[in-house]
T-cell receptor, first 115, second 114 residues
Framework: QKEVEQNSGPLSVPEGAIASLNCTYS??????FFWYRQYSGKSPELIMF????GDKEDGRFTAQLNKASQYVSLLIRDSQPSDSATYLC???????????????FGQGTILTVHP | GAGVSQSPSNKVTEKGKDVELRCDPI?????LYWYRQSLGQGLEFLIY????????KSGLPSDRFSAERTGGSVSTLTIQRTQQEDSAVYLC????????????FGDGTRLSIL
């Protein structure tokens, strides 16, 4: 089992729809969860982070965390063609009880928003 | 600077040569991370610096890889005797403090080994 798994893509949604991206993780001691957006040929760009169970909203983006189910998701409302990119889920895990921020990434989900 | 700066942006070299990749983190960020992104492996952790110390080097794939950080700022990743499997994009990230703080990535160095 991979440490961080994302729903297999690619995911295609029409403009204006809600895109839902999912991620599960295996380490129950994980403390912090990040979503990065990566355009083709570019580096990852941080778009959301969440530490506590529940929802966190920032503009059109909502991150949802459920530690009991070891599940984190990203919702993109009113999807735009400019949202078309690869979305990477990243988890910060404990190392021997000390967390220093090492990130473990999922394989990414390719999102395409078509007009 | 405003963001994480990496150089060179692209590097093409022959198998067996040594290469040095540079990272200049966001000013004031004490934690610095190196990652590698390749087609088959996704994004993988290589090494972490807190100040000039590297508490975790567990992601370095072989002893041909080494890294250092000086003055609590600039870091250099060195690959000796490069192999074709070293071809990848090498990404540097920094965060204000170590732990669970968001990490911000530089634009990366695309390394191609001929």
């Amino acid at each position: 089992q991979k440490e961080v798994e994302q729903n297999s893509g690619p995911l295609s949604v029409p403009e204006g729809a809600i895109a839902s991206l999912n991620c599960t993780y295996s380490d129950r001691g994980s403390q912090s969860f990040f979503w990065y957006r990566q355009y083709s040929g570019k580096s990852p760009e941080l778009i959301m982070f969440i530490y506590s169970n529940g929802d966190k909203e920032d503009g059109r983006f909502t991150a949802q965390l459920n530690k009991a189910s070891q599940y984190v998701s990203l919702l993109i409302r009113d999807s735009q063609p400019s949202d078309s990119a690869t979305y990477l889920c990243a988890v910060s895990q404990n190392a021997g009880g000390t967390s220093y921020g090492k990130l473990t990434f999922g394989q990414g989900t390719i999102l395409t928003v078509h007009p | 600077g405003a963001g994480v700066s990496q150089s060179p942006s692209n590097k093409v070299t022959e198998k067996g040569k040594d290469v040095e990749l540079r990272c200049d983190p966001i000013s004031g960020h004490t934690a610095l991370y190196w990652y590698r992104q390749s087609l088959g492996q996704g994004l993988e952790f290589l090494i972490y610096f807190q100040g000039n110390s590297a508490p975790d080097k567990s992601g370095l794939p072989s002893d041909r890889f080494s890294a250092e950080r000086t003055g609590g700022s600039v870091s250099t990743l060195t690959i000796q005797r490069t192999q074709q499997e070293d071809s990848a994009v090498y990404l540097c990230a920094s965060s204000e403090v170590p732990g669970n703080q968001p990490q911000h990535f530089g634009d990366g160095t695309r390394l191609s080994i001929l």
